[in-house]
């Protein structure tokens, strides 16, 4: 199955920012499936459609799930492979005799989903989760600076996550920005005006800066970065 796992933090920065009609397009263009965990529906469908202030946003993502551009995928064996994964990534930074618990099981089971699969992709913009993948060893002086005392890393459970998670492509909402951008999916924000000199660096810096100040994690730097490579 060709897929791209989804986590709730990058469906959220997409709603928060009026985005998610991107996807769309980009999964017709990818030809596979977008799939979320049970446990991300229910944290991006189930509750907020209880609350007032994000049933809106949840009504948008039930229309991308009514017209699959985004499916739930669950299995006995990404419950077993989330199960397994929780028990590493919730025992591996301890402080004071006790391990951190650094991720939900939502987020876990997208982790577990994207492993199982072995999808081409895994979309996620909380900045602990990507680190705890992509730099362990990061994450633990940052947790060490936070906590203001020791923090130890248990060097068998991160061989062990380093293992599951080796293959594992990580991108962002801002990286899904940026290739709609390229599709020519914002062509109608970019047309001549005259209340903007330079209407394409505008955009994809309205665009960037969205997505950072409403839940994604990217710097500053890998934004004037991204400015740069697209305006060449």
Known sequence: MKSIAFDSSSIISLSMNDLLWVLKSLKDKFNGDFL????????????PLKTKRFKFEALMVVNLLNNDYLKIYSSDEVNKKTVFIESLVNNLYKAKNEYIKIMQKGEIASLALAIVL???????????????????????????????????????????????????????????AIYAYELGLFKDYIKPTKYLKDVKKDLIDGLLWGLKLRGCSISEEEIDEALRFTNK
């Not at 979320?36 to 509750?47: A, C, F, K, Q």
């Open 36 to 47: 979320i965990s049970d446990g991300v529906r229910e944290e991006i469908v189930d509750y």
């Open 118 to 176: 072995d999808s081409l992709a895994y979309v996620v913009d909380e900045r602990t989760t990507r680190l705890v993948i992509e730099d362990p060893e990061r994450l633990e002086k940052i947790l060490r600076n936070k906590l203001h005392t020791n923090v130890s890393i248990n060097r068998n459970n991160l061989e062990l996550l380093k293992k599951e998670v080796k293959n594992l492509r990580i991108i962002r909402s801002t990286e899904l």
